[in-house]
C-alpha cells in the first residue's frame, strides 16, 4: 500500500518544524492520521465544487483556513518537498472521487499534505509531547485535529 509521504520526509519535516524525533511506528500512525485529514479535505472540496456548479475539484474548493494557509508556507519554507507521485498513488487506492481535481490543484497536493504534517508537528509541540512524543499525545493530537479540520 503506497503512502501519502515516506518516514524519512515526516521525520524530517518534524525535526525541522518542531524538534520533534519519531520512531517508525509512531510515524505511521501520523501518517495514518495525514492520509485521513487529506481525505477528509478532498470530500469537503467534491461537496464544494459541486454546490458551485462544477464537474471539477478547484483549488478554492478546499477547505482551508487563514491558518491553513501560513502552514502551507512556514512548510514551503521548510524547503521540503513531498513527492507529487506518492500523493497521485495515494489517491489511487482510496475511493474514487466524484470529479476529478484540476491540473493546477493537482500541482499543489503535495503543499497541502506538506501543511497537514507541520500542523501535527505543530500541535504536539504545543500540548506539550516534549522530543519523542507518546502514543496518547498522538492520539490527543488526532483529537484535536478532529474537531478543527
Known amino acids: 500500500m503506497a503512502r501519502v509521504v ?4 515526516l ?13 517508525k511506528s509512531k510515524a505511521d500512525r501520523i501518517i495514518d492520521i495525514v ?8 470530500i469537503v472540496a467534491v ?8 464537474d471539477i475539484i478547484m483549488e478554492p474548493d478546499m477547505p482551508v483556513t487563514k491558518g491553513f494557509e501560513e ?10 518537498v513531498v513527492d507529487l507521485q506518492d500523493v497521485l498513488k495515494f489517491l489511487e487506492q482510496i475511493p474514487p472521487l466524484k ?11 503535495p503543499e497541502y499534505i506538506g501543511a497537514l504534517m507541520l500542523i501535527i508537528a505543530k500541535v504536539l ?3 506539550g509531547a516534549g522530543r519523542k512524543p507518546s502514543s496518547e499525545d498522538i492520539d490527543r ?3 484535536i485535529l478532529d474537531l478543527t479540520l
Open 6 to 9: 515516506g518516514f524519512k520526509k
Open 71 to 80: 502552514s502551507m508556507r512556514q512548510f514551503r519554507e521548510l524547503e521540503e
Open 35 to 42: 492520509e485521513k485529514k487529506f481525505n477528509d479535505m478532498l
Open 125 to 127: 509541540k504545543e500540548i
Open 47 to 54: 461537496e464544494k465544487a459541486g454546490y458551485n456548479g462544477r
Open 11 to 23: 521525520e524530517a519535516v518534524f525535526r525541522k518544524a518542531a524538534g520533534i524525533d519519531l520512531d
Open 99 to 109: 470529479y476529478p481535481i484540476s491540473a493546477d490543484l493537482e500541482e499543489k497536493l
Open 141 to 143: 493530537t488526532e483529537r
